[in-house]
C-alpha cells in the first residue's frame, strides 16, 4: 500500500485529534471521524478527511465503515480504537444502565467497529489495530470502577483478539497511557454530574475530594504529558514491523506496570490506596 489510509475514533479532541493531524503529517491517509456533526465540519475545515461516527450506533459504525472503504478502493491499513470516556463513582452508586451506557462506548461499540475492519484486512493480508486503553486497564483505582472495567475488558478482548489473528497479517496493540492532557477530565466531570448522587451516597464525603480534581485547572495528575507522547507509540505500533503488544505511556504507566509485576495483590492494593488519598484530599 503506498498511502495508508487509517481510521480513527475520537477525534474531536484530545489524542484522537492529536494523532490524526500526526499522521496526516507524516502522509498518512486520516479518516478522522468524530460523532457530533460540528466536530466533522471542524476537523474537515483542518484539512482532515472527517466522517461522522458514533460508537453507540450500529448505523454510524457501518455508514463509516462503507464510505471508508468507498474512498479507498475498499482498503484500510490501520484503526486507531481511540474514542471513550470515563464513568466517575463509587461502585455501589453505578446504576445497570449507567455500566452499560460506559461499555455500549468504550467496549461493544470499538467490537463492533473492529470487526467490520477484520475482513478487508485479512483480505490484503496485513493491518495494524491499535486499543487505546489505560494504565487503569491493568491496575484498578477508587471510584473509577465502571471505566476500570471497560478497559481490562478491553484488554482481555484485545488478547484473545490477537492470539486469534496469529498469522494472518493483522498486528494488534494495546497502548495504555496514564494522565494525558485532553478533555477526558471535563468530559468524566460531566458524566459524574450526569449520573452520580453524591447526596445520597455512602460515599458523599469522598466525592468532594473527586469533584475537586475533576475541576481543577491545570494538570490533575503528576507526570502528565501531551497527546504526543500517545502519538509517538501509534507511529511505532503502525510502522514497525515487530509492533510491541503493550505500550504503557508516562512514568506512572510504566511504574504501575513493573509494580504489578512485582508487588503481592495487598502490597498493590496499598499503594494504590495511597495514590487514591492522595488524589481526593
Ligand atoms: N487523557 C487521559 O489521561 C487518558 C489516559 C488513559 C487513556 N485515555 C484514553 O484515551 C482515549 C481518548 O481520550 P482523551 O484523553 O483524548 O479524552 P477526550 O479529549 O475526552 O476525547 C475522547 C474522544 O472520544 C469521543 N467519544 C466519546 N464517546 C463517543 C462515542 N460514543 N462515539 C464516538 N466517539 C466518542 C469524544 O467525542 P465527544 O467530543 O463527542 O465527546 C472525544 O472525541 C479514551 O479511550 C481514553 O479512555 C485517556
Redesign the pocket.
Known amino acids: 500500500m503506498k498511502v495508508k489510509p487509517i481510521l480513527i475514533?475520537?477525534?474531536?479532541?484530545?489524542?484522537?485529534?492529536c494523532v490524526a493531524e500526526g499522521l496526516k503529517a507524516r502522509g498518512y491517509r486520516v479518516f478522522a471521524?468524530?460523532?457530533?456533526a460540528e466536530?466533522v465540519e471542524a476537523l474537515q475545515a483542518k484539512g482532515l478527511e472527517s466522517l461522522p461516527?458514533?460508537?453507540?450506533s450500529t448505523d454510524s459504525i457501518r455508514s463509516a465503515v462503507d464510505e471508508t472503504l468507498a474512498r479507498t478502493g475498499g482498503r484500510l491499513y490501520g484503526l486507531f480504537n481511540?474514542?471513550?470516556?470515563?464513568q466517575p463513582g463509587a461502585v455501589e452508586d453505578l446504576r445497570r444502565e449507567v455500566l452499560r451506557a460506559q461499555f455500549e462506548?468504550?467496549l461493544f461499540?470499538m467490537l463492533e467497529l473492529t470487526n467490520r475492519v477484520i475482513p478487508v484486512m485479512r483480505a490484503q493480508g496485513a493491518g495494524r489495530i491499535i486499543q487505546?486503553?489505560?494504565?487503569?486497564g491493568f491496575v484498578a483505582l477508587p471510584y473509577r470502577g465502571a471505566?476500570n472495567a471497560s478497559?481490562f475488558a478491553l484488554e482481555g478482548l484485545t488478547d484473545t483478539l490477537r492470539l486469534e489473528l496469529a498469522g494472518s497479517g493483522i498486528h494488534v496493540s494495546i497502548i495504555e497511557?496514564?494522565?494525558?492532557?485532553?478533555?477526558?477530565r471535563?468530559?468524566a466531570h460531566a458524566a459524574y454530574r450526569q449520573n452520580i448522587d453524591p447526596e445520597h451516597s455512602a460515599h458523599r464525603e469522598r466525592y468532594r475530594g473527586l469533584e475537586r480534581r475533576l475541576t481543577k485547572q491545570g494538570p490533575a495528575a503528576p507526570f502528565?504529558l501531551p497527546?504526543e507522547a500517545v502519538l509517538k507509540k501509534v507511529i511505532h505500533a503502525l510502522e514497525s514491523p515487530r509492533p510491541k503488544i503493550r505500550y504503557p505511556v508516562t512514568a506512572p504507566a510504566h511504574f504501575f506496570a513493573t509494580l504489578k509485576r512485582l508487588l503481592p495483590h495487598g502490597a498493590l492494593d496499598w499503594v494504590l490506596q495511597q495514590v487514591a488519598k492522595g488524589e481526593h484530599r
Open positions: 475514533t475520537g477525534c474531536s479532541s484530545g489524542i484522537g485529534r471521524t468524530a460523532r457530533k466536530d461516527l458514533d460508537l453507540n481511540n474514542a471513550g470516556y470515563g462506548t468504550n461499540g487505546n486503553s489505560s494504565l487503569l471505566y478497559k497511557p496514564g494522565p494525558i492532557k485532553s478533555r477526558f471535563a468530559n502528565t497527546p
